[in-house]
């Protein structure tokens, strides 16, 4: 949800928002949140959990929101009119901000055992969530699994920002967006619907996309591999993006260490050549995005037992055959789908790298990056990327990989014709 900061606030006014408070150190960043809503005209219904009381008061919530706030699922005046759903549906959006991993981890396993589980279990309306947490805390498999589940399941996110900690010393990714980011992120999800927008959150629907992901092994032995230090997350980012705007996505998996993502078609690979083999399996398709760092060469024959290491014999001898080029077999293919989408990653010379990537490959967009060792991009959580086309280059700001993957995906969106039944394009909607 990049850019939202910048969007003004127009559609809060006269909105209600149900916003849940979970516990954590952030939880002082709602009192300011909530100001920011309700000066924009909005109703401001607060639900605090245990531990966010231990970190802000209700009586300070309730003051600013000038509600009552509502905290206990057993609540006999609250609940004699089965007031958790009341809460659920009396609202047009839900924000929760912070979300902690615990309630993430509710949330996209479907438990309700307080009231703010209930409610997010209950409503019907938009949820858009703030997540807050220790970096290696938000870095952990079983986080990124229930954000990609979460995804999956229609939640919006926004953030979180990289900065300090309230740990001292600490630094990373998990510091929950700003107040005013997350005021213009539930703007932007209330903002009315204006002619063709009903199909404006899935404009992918009755599409079909292939996206390769993360590093292939090519064996040496049974024991050693040629690969890289891809670890896959802006190809399964992007995947699940895809998937979120209606397509039906093939993501054709190097091996990798990330939960498969929830609502996309998986296949899992190890080398260049079944990676190609399976793209192919899987046409045609609309969309082909080959994000996959894709080993270049293989040895020509790989030894079928361990090669051992001799005294005085030196090191072994490698003879290295070419791989085969998965994006350019792609985009020259009889089958080329409509949209192809190289990635680049470069250490020296990126856009000229990129460019002649372009020219080469029949690519209509190559997403350009310099993955240079102190970037952190090559198996890191953020990215930033160039978009090179026919028509020249747009530079995007550093984003982490999951908000690379959304504006990719709509970016896709707004390229293509309609799909088969719809009446015009994303493009002209935009």
Not at 60 to 86: C, M, N, W, Y
Not at 111 to 125: F, G, K, N, Q
Not at 236 to 253: F, K, P, R, Y
């Amino acid at each position: 949800m990049d850019g939202f900061a910048e969007q003004d606030l127009g559609s809060l006014s006269g909105r209600r928002i149900l916003l849940i408070i979970a516990g954590g150190i952030a939880a002082y960043k709602s009192l300011d949140l909530i100001r920011r809503l309700r000066a924009a005209g909005a109703e401001v219904r607060p639900i605090m959990t245990a531990g966010a009381q231990a970190f802000v008061t209700p009586l300070a919530v309730g003051a600013l929101a000038a509600d009552k706030v509502f905290t206990d699922l057993f609540s006999r005046e609250d609940e004699q009119d089965v007031g958790h759903i009341r809460l659920a549906r009396d609202c047009d959006l839900v924000l929760v901000a912070p979300v902690t991993a615990d309630l993430m981890a509710k949330m996209a396993h479907g438990l309700a055992d307080d009231l703010a589980s209930t409610v997010l279990l209950a409503t019907d309306r938009p949820v858009l969530i703030a997540p807050a947490m220790n970096p290696v805390m938000w870095a952990k498999a079983p986080t990124q699994r229930n954000l990609m589940q979460l995804k999956a399941d229609g939640i919006h996110v926004v953030g979180p920002g990289i900065g300090e900690m309230a740990e001292a010393g600490e630094r990373g990714e998990g510091r929950m967006s700003e107040p005013a980011e997350i005021a213009a992120a539930a703007a932007a999800l209330l903002r009315p619907a204006g002619a063709g927008d009903a199909r404006r959150d899935r404009p992918l629907a009755g599409r079909r996309a292939i996206v390769t992901s993360g590093p292939t092994h090519e064996p040496i032995d049974p024991v050693r591999y040629i690969a890289n230090r891809s670890s896959g997350r802006q190809g399964h980012a992007i995947a699940a993006a895809l998937a979120e705007l209606g397509a039906d996505v093939t993501l054709v998996s190097g091996p990798v260490t990330l939960a498969d993502p929830a609502g996309v078609t998986v296949h899992h690979v190890e080398t260049a050549r079944e990676m190609l083999d399976a793209v192919l399996a899987a046409l045609p398709a609309d969309i082909a995005v080959m994000v996959a760092a894709v080993a270049d060469w293989r040895v020509d024959t790989a030894a079928g037992e361990k090669i051992k290491k001799k005294a005085g014999e030196g090191a072994p001898l490698l003879s290295l055959t070419e791989n085969p080029d998965i994006l350019k077999t792609i985009g020259h293919h009889a089958q080329r789908p409509a949209m192809v989408v190289g990635f680049a990653a470069e250490t020296q010379s990126v856009l000229d790298n990129g460019r002649a990537k372009l020219a080469s490959k029949g690519a209509d967009l190559i997403v350009a990056n310099d993955v240079s060792a102190g970037t952190g991009i090559m198996g890191g959580p953020r990215n930033q990327v160039a978009i090179l086309s026919a028509a020249g280059v747009e530079h995007w700001p550093e984003l982490d990989k999951s908000a690379v993957a959304d504006r990719l995906a709509r970016l896709i969106a707004q390229r293509l014709s309609p799909a088969p039944g719809q009446e015009a394009s994303a493009a002209q909607d935009a």
